[in-house]
């Protein structure tokens, strides 16, 4: 069975500080891995996925199938990070299997 | 702009009562989800829909049912609230049958039972 891990509840970074949110995952196929955001009051919404490689509000994540690890970096917080962010995996049956989420705090 | 609604924002309702949870999509997408938000445990997956009138159980159904008797349209049904079903539900659609790929999230209803 699919299994998303993000072993940190919450972190907190200084503004300017390098942040990085940790996903691991389970799965024996070929995965499709998703990190969500949810500002505050806001709804849910995506942040980035794997297959595009791109680099979104100064994020990136690198898929690293030897880890089995998704995580997500940013070289310089900022205050406006601070969100819940959640690590998310596709799988071929069809189903999003997500992470228990971070809090991410950006203190200034 | 693409757009997911959900027709309660929040709501209150008493043990044993039938709730009903509404959701909207307006991009023609063939699958829909509902999930339940709870701090600590994440996003856990309730029912799915891949098309009309056809259902799918997520990871934990008990004590849910849902309806998809048009492609735009998927509601949640709760036969008898609980208390333990006080919590933050989620409805989502993607694009890609089979497959999610990105999910458009609604704002989420909040649901309290007393």
């Known amino acids: 069975a699919q299994r998303v891990t993000q072993p940190e509840k919450l972190l907190s970074v200084f503004k300017g500080a390098p942040v990085e949110l940790k996903c691991n995952y389970s799965y024996s196929g070929s995965p499709e891995l998703f990190w969500y955001v949810q500002y505050s009051r806001q709804r ?32 310089f917080a900022q205050e406006e990070d601070s969100a819940m ?5 596709n799988t071929n ?6 992470g228990d989420g971070t809090t991410l705090t950006v203190k200034p | 702009d693409v757009k997911v609604t959900q027709s309660s924002r929040y709501l209150v309702k008493r ?3 039938k709730v009903f949870l509404e ?20 996003l ?23 309806s998809r008797e048009k492609k735009e349209r998927f509601s949640l049904i709760l036969e008898s ?6 919590s933050m539900y989620l409805c989502a659609s993607s694009h890609l049958q ?3 790929g990105e999910l458009f999230f609604g704002e989420g209803s909040r649901l309290t039972v007393l």
């Not at chain 1, 980035?48 to 998704?70: P, Q, V």
């Not at chain 1, 962010?85 to 995996?89: D, F, K, S, T, V």
């Open chain 1, 44 to 75: 849910l919404q995506l942040l980035l996925r794997h297959i595009s490689r791109e680099s979104i509000k100064g994020f990136t994540a690198d898929l690293n199938k030897g880890e089995t690890s998704f995580h997500l970096k940013k070289p």
């Open chain 1, 85 to 89: 962010y959640y690590c998310a995996l």
């Open chain 2, 44 to 66: 856990r997956l309730i029912y799915f829909s891949y098309d009309v009138k056809m259902k799918e159980k997520g990871d934990i159904p008990e004590g849910y049912s849902v």
């Open chain 2, 98 to 100: 089979g497959s999610p």
């Open chain 1, 93 to 98: 049956a069809g189903k999003s299997t997500f």
């Open chain 2, 15 to 17: 043990t044993g009562e």
């Open chain 2, 23 to 42: 959701c909207v999509q307006d991009m023609d997408h063939e699958n829909m989800f509902w999930y339940r938000q709870d701090p600590g445990l994440g």
């Open chain 2, 81 to 86: 609230a609980s208390t333990n079903q006080t």
